[in-house]
C-alpha cells in the first residue's frame, strides 16, 4: 500500500470518527436555542453532506412526525472520506472550530470501514454515561452552553490527562524504592456520594471509601522498626538527639563515645558536637512511636516520604540536612492513599511550573519517525519477498537518503533493520528538578515555601491522628534563616 493511500486511510478515519461528535454536538447547541424560542425553529447547518441531527427527543418541537432517538442519528450520521488534501482543508476548519466549543472526539484506530462506527459508538457511550440530555438545575443556566459544559467536564475529573500505564507500573503511583512512579488510578464513575470524598479541598474519590481488594497490597513492609529511641549526648551531658540503635553502636565501636545506659540505650560523645538542640522541646529529642501516623496501626508500616524523593533530592545542601522530620510511618493501606493524593498536588505543580509530568517534552529519550520509518523499511525488504517493484523501490530509496549513498548493500540492510530509533531528548528536564528549579530563583524562603506546601498537603489530605510531637509545617524554618540568612546562594543538587 503507498504512502498516500495510508494518509488518506488514516484522515477518513479521523475525520469519520469526528464528524459523530461534531453533529451530535451540533443538535446539543440546537436544542439550547430550541428551549429559548420553542415555537421558532432555528435555522439547520450543513456539514459536508452529513444529515442534520434535530435535537434530543426531550426537547424536540411538537410534531406528529416519528423521530429516530439521539444515539440512532449518531450511528446514522454520514461518514465523509478525505482522500485528497483540499477536502482536507475544507472540513478541517469546521472540525477545529467544533473541537474546541465541544471537545468530544470518539477515535478508534482501525480501517474505515470499522473506525468510523467505534467511534461513533465511543461518542454515544460518552455522553450516555454523562447523562446527556443534560438536565438542568436552574433556570439561570439554561442558555449558558460553556456552564453546561463545564458541568460535563467535572464529572471527568480524574480521568483526563492522565500518563499511559504500563503492566509494570503501579495503580497507584507509589514511589517505588524512594522515587515516584508518575501514573494515576482512574476513579470509576460511581454515583457521588458524600462520605465518599477527599477530604480537605482535593478532588476525586476517596480510595478508603470505594476499594475492590486491600488498599496497599504489594507494598514492602518493614522487617525492623523505624525508631530504637536511643539517645546522643554531649561530653556535658546534655541531651542532642533520638537515632538508631546501629548509628548509636557506630560511636561505641569507633572509640568516641562511651555507653552511659543500656535502658534506654544512651551514649556519650567524646568530642564536642557540631550543633546543639536550641530548647528542651526539639522535635529531634522527642521519642517517637512505631506505628502509623495517620490510622495508628503498629504492624505492617513503611517509610512516607512527606516530601517526595524526586524533589528532595534536587534541595540545597542546606536544607538536606536532618530531614527525618518528613519521613513518617505510615501503614502499607494509608501509604497507597498518600501517593494517591501526591500524585493529585505533582499534577497542579505541573501545570504552574510548566514541568510536564510523562508526556513527550517530558521524556528522555524520544522516539525518532524517520529512524523507526528506516528501520520499518529495511526489514521489509529483508523478509518480505513480494514487495511490489514500486514500494520496494520506495523504501530503498528513503535509505538512500538516510544514508546518503547512491547504492544500498546487504550490510545496511541488516545495519537499518537494528537501527535505534530513540534518540536523547536534549530538553529534558525531570519533572522535580524543573519543579525546584522554579522555586529555587526565589530563594531560601521560596524552596521552604514549597516544603511548607507538601507538608499542608499531607495534613489535609491525610488528617494524620498520631503524629510526633514537635512536628511542624514550618519546621527548621526560623533555625534556617538565622544561620544562612535570606540571600544564600542556592546551588541545587
Given at each position: 500500500m503507498s504512502r498516500q493511500n495510508l494518509v488518506a486511510l488514516t484522515v477518513t478515519t479521523l475525520l469519520g470518527v469526528a464528524v459523530g461528535g461534531f453533529v451530535l454536538w451540533k443538535g446539543i447547541q440546537r436544542r439550547r436555542r430550541s428551549k429559548t424560542s420553542p415555537v421558532t425553529q432555528q435555522p439547520q447547518q450543513k456539514v459536508l453532506g452529513s444529515r442534520e441531527l434535530p435535537?434530543?427527543?426531550?426537547?424536540?418541537?411538537?410534531?406528529?412526525?416519528?423521530?429516530?432517538?439521539?444515539?440512532?442519528?449518531?450511528?446514522?450520521?454520514?461518514?465523509?472520506?478525505?482522500?485528497?488534501?483540499?477536502?482536507?482543508?475544507?472540513?478541517?476548519?469546521?472540525?477545529?472550530?467544533?473541537?474546541?466549543?465541544?471537545?468530544?472526539?470518539?477515535?478508534?484506530?482501525?480501517?474505515?470501514?470499522?473506525?468510523?462506527?467505534?467511534?461513533?459508538?465511543?461518542?454515544?457511550?460518552?455522553?450516555?454515561?454523562?447523562?446527556?440530555?443534560?438536565?438542568?438545575?436552574?433556570?439561570?443556566?439554561?442558555?449558558?452552553?460553556?456552564?453546561?459544559?463545564?458541568?460535563?467536564?467535572?464529572?471527568?475529573?480524574?480521568?483526563?490527562?492522565?500518563?499511559?500505564?504500563?503492566?509494570?507500573?503501579?495503580?497507584?503511583?507509589?514511589?517505588?524504592?524512594?522515587?515516584?512512579?508518575?501514573?494515576?488510578?482512574?476513579?470509576?464513575?460511581?454515583?457521588?456520594?458524600?462520605?465518599?470524598?477527599?477530604?480537605?479541598?482535593?478532588?476525586?474519590?476517596?480510595?478508603?471509601?470505594?476499594?475492590?481488594?486491600?488498599?496497599?497490597?504489594?507494598?514492602?513492609?518493614?522487617?525492623?522498626?523505624?525508631?530504637?529511641?536511643?539517645?546522643?549526648?554531649?561530653?556535658?551531658?546534655?541531651?542532642?538527639?533520638?537515632?538508631?540503635?546501629?548509628?548509636?553502636?557506630?560511636?561505641?565501636?569507633?572509640?568516641?563515645?562511651?555507653?552511659?545506659?543500656?535502658?534506654p540505650f544512651v551514649v556519650k560523645l567524646r568530642f564536642e558536637p557540631a550543633g546543639r538542640p536550641e530548647s528542651p522541646g526539639d522535635y529531634y529529642l522527642m521519642v517517637k512511636e512505631n506505628l502509623c501516623v495517620v490510622c495508628g496501626k503498629r504492624d505492617s508500616y513503611i517509610r512516607k516520604n512527606v516530601i517526595p524523593h524526586e524533589y528532595r533530592k534536587h534541595f540545597p545542601i542546606e536544607m538536606k540536612d536532618h530531614n527525618s522530620h518528613d519521613v513518617l510511618l505510615l501503614c502499607t493501606s494509608c501509604h497507597a492513599i498518600s501517593n494517591y493524593y501526591d500524585n493529585h498536588l505533582k499534577q497542579q505543580l505541573a501545570k504552574e511550573f510548566q514541568a510536564p509530568i510523562g508526556s513527550e517534552e517530558g521524556l528522555r529519550l524520544l522516539e525518532d519517525p524517520e529512524r523507526r520509518q528506516v528501520r520499518s523499511g529495511a526489514r521489509a525488504l529483508l523478509n518480505a519477498e513480494s514487495l511490489p517493484t514500486q514500494r520496494k523501490e520506495e523504501l530503498l530509496q528513503a535509505l538512500r537518503e538516510f544514508y546518503n549513498t547512491d547504492v544500498v548493500t546487504e550490510e545496511m540492510l541488516q545495519e537499518a533493520a537494528s537501527l535505534e530509533t530513540r534518540i536523547s531528548n536534549e530538553n529534558y528536564v525531570p519533572h522535580g528538578l524543573k519543579v525546584v528549579q522554579c522555586h529555587s530563583q526565589g530563594g531560601l524562603r521560596s524552596l521552604m515555601q514549597l516544603e511548607s506546601r507538601w507538608r499542608q498537603h499531607f495534613l489535609d489530605s491525610m488528617q494524620p491522628k498520631h503524629l510526633p510531637q514537635q512536628w511542624s509545617v514550618d519546621h527548621n524554618h526560623q533555625k534556617l534563616l538565622r544561620k544562612f540568612g535570606e540571600d544564600l546562594p542556592i546551588q541545587l543538587s
Open positions: 435535537p434530543p427527543e426531550d426537547d424536540q418541537l411538537h410534531s406528529s412526525a416519528p423521530r429516530s432517538s439521539w444515539k440512532e442519528r449518531i450511528l446514522k450520521a454520514k461518514v465523509v472520506t478525505v482522500s485528497q488534501e483540499a477536502e482536507w482543508d475544507q472540513i478541517e476548519p469546521l472540525l477545529r472550530s467544533e473541537l474546541e466549543d465541544f471537545p468530544v472526539l470518539g477515535i478508534d484506530c482501525e480501517w474505515v470501514i470499522y473506525a468510523a462506527r467505534d467511534a461513533q459508538i465511543s461518542v454515544a457511550l460518552f455522553l450516555h454515561l454523562l447523562g446527556y440530555p443534560f438536565s438542568r438545575n436552574s433556570p439561570g443556566e439554561k442558555n449558558d452552553d460553556h456552564s453546561s459544559w463545564r458541568k460535563v467536564l467535572e464529572k471527568c475529573q480524574g480521568v483526563v490527562d492522565i500518563p499511559f500505564r504500563s503492566k509494570g507500573m503501579s495503580r497507584l503511583g507509589e514511589e517505588v524504592n524512594g522515587e515516584a512512579t508518575e501514573s494515576q488510578q482512574k476513579p470509576r464513575n460511581k454515583k457521588s456520594k458524600m462520605d465518599g470524598m477527599v477530604p480537605g479541598n482535593h478532588q476525586g474519590r476517596d480510595p478508603r471509601k470505594h476499594k475492590r481488594k486491600p488498599l496497599g497490597v504489594g507494598y514492602s513492609a518493614r522487617k525492623s522498626p523505624l525508631y530504637d529511641n536511643c539517645f546522643l549526648h554531649a561530653p556535658d551531658g546534655q541531651p542532642l538527639c533520638t537515632c538508631d540503635r546501629r548509628k548509636a553502636q557506630w560511636y561505641l565501636d569507633k572509640g568516641i563515645g562511651e555507653l552511659v545506659s543500656e535502658e
